[in-house]
């Protein structure tokens, strides 16, 4: 059986599955009851001056008969006394030694209220921080939350901050509301960070009531954008992680968030880079049992592969992520449809004809209705087995050529030796 042991930065966990510093870790009786369903760690709610909350704070989007496809939130952080989590917090590492326990943080950009804040958790025995520069709505109208996030000079301060008061590693939660994911990462490593966590939640509307035209959720009769996640902003966070994995510039550890649902989610975080990952929605959406499945399927899928650590699966992909100007121009595949399988809907014929390339034709043999693809007028575009509905009816397969392999960025340089160049004197 592989071990499934993680170590980010330092800081050691049974498991690479912890809880996402959320609703479901306010408080020493979730954290535990947790802990006892088999989590590894838990990124304690975020901790700083107790707030006020609104009431509604919750929205869902579901689509296509699934429920909670996304979930949009306008909580803020913590609404209970610093010293009431404290007491917790120790009791639950007092309990849990061998659980990973981080405070996530947030206070105003005032040095002497990180130095503040850092000493008196660490006092109760966290193994790690987890500084919060990613919260989109409520916190960062004060200056704080993804207001700090979105300025890499406040990230990079703050986080150096932090790291002159703290003993344990510092993770920094990153804010998705900007360009470029990359360049506040590496104001958090410039500011010393030990580690990188992703994403924090997306700037978001869930919807309109079109009955009373008032805002999903909203406080009497009034909304304000939220915070999205749920298993709708996976692919999102995966690229930034991604991205930062790739980096030479980063090369610090990842913890990974956004839309991790399942092991299968978990080890594609993994595989791109992330040390561990953290869930919030799905543990909402089902409650902490799921990560019996989690634990399970990721130790069978190692296994599978051969690895005797879940450390030996981490960033496995990282290299074969590139930029477009790096893929082979020379490379295709074709469709090809097995109509023995094939249940006729036609849905492949439509997506092409209307949408695609129009290389797929439909005709009739024996009486029976076929359909088959035209390869030399297929360019691989995926889009008639993405829209399939029967397994195996439509198979993507490498079409050979003779064409040796040609990037977009080998194709320019090579153009631009036979480009000449001006001969106009200055």
């Known amino acids: 059986m592989a071990d499934l042991r993680i170590n980010l930065a330092g800081i050691e966990s049974p498991n690479p599955f912890w809880l996402a510093s959320a609703p479901p870790t306010n408080s020493g009786y979730q954290v535990q009851r947790a802990f006892e369903a088999g989590w590894g760690g838990a990124v304690w709610k975020t901790l700083g001056d107790p707030i006020l909350n609104v009431s509604s704070r919750f929205a869902a989007v579901n689509f296509n008969g699934q429920r909670v496809a996304g979930f949009n939130n306008i909580e803020l952080i913590t609404d209970r006394p610093l010293e009431v989590n404290l007491k917790e917090i120790y009791e639950t590492k007092k309990r849990f030694p061998n659980h990973t326990i981080i405070a996530s943080l947030m206070v105003e950009p005032k040095r002497e209220k990180w130095h503040e804040i850092v000493k008196r958790v660490e006092d109760v025995g966290v193994d790690g921080f987890e500084l919060n520069f990613g919260c989109p709505h409520g916190m960062a109208e004060r200056g704080m939350g993804s207001a700090s996030g979105q300025v890499p000079e406040l990230v990079e301060k703050q986080t150096y901050w932090a790291k002159e008061a703290a003993k344990s590693p510092v993770i920094v939660k990153l804010t998705p509301n900007i360009t470029d994911i990359t360049v506040t990462a590496e104001a958090a490593v410039a500011g010393g960070a030990d580690a990188i966590s992703m994403i924090n939640t997306i700037n978001s509307l869930a919807g309109v009531d079109l009955d009373s035209w008032n805002t999903i959720p909203h406080v009497a009769g009034k909304g304000a954008h939220g915070g999205y996640c749920g298993p709708a902003v996976k692919p999102i966070a995966l690229n930034m992680v991604a ?65 005797a650590s879940a450390m030996d699966l981490v960033g496995r992909s990282v290299t074969r992520y590139s930029d477009w100007g790096n893929l082979d121009l020379n490379y295709q ?7 023995d399988v094939c249940i006729n809907c036609n849905k492949c014929h439509i997506a092409c004809e209307d949408t695609s390339h129009q290389c797929i034709d439909l005709y009739t043999e024996n009486g029976r209705p076929m ?9 691989g575009c995926n889009l008639c087995s993405i829209v399939c509905p029967v397994d195996g009816a439509i198979t993507m397969v490498e079409k050979k050529n003779t064409l040796p392999p040609m990037t977009w960025n080998e194709r320019q340089a090579i153009m631009s030796r036979f480009t000449p160049t001006s001969n106009v004197k200055s």
């Open 243 to 307: 991205e930062c994995a790739r980096s030479p510039r980063i090369n610090v550890p990842i913890s990974g968030i956004g839309g991790i649902s399942t092991w299968r989610d978990a080890a594609e975080f993994m595989l791109m880079g992330s040390s561990c990952v953290q869930v919030c929605t799905a543990a909402m959406h089902h409650g902490f049992s799921i990560v019996e499945d989690m634990i399970e399927g990721l130790s069978n899928y190692l296994d599978e592969k051969g690895l």
């Open 371 to 379: 359909l088959k693809v035209r390869e030399d007028d297929c360019v």
């Open 333 to 339: 595949i074709v469709a090809q449809i097995n109509n």
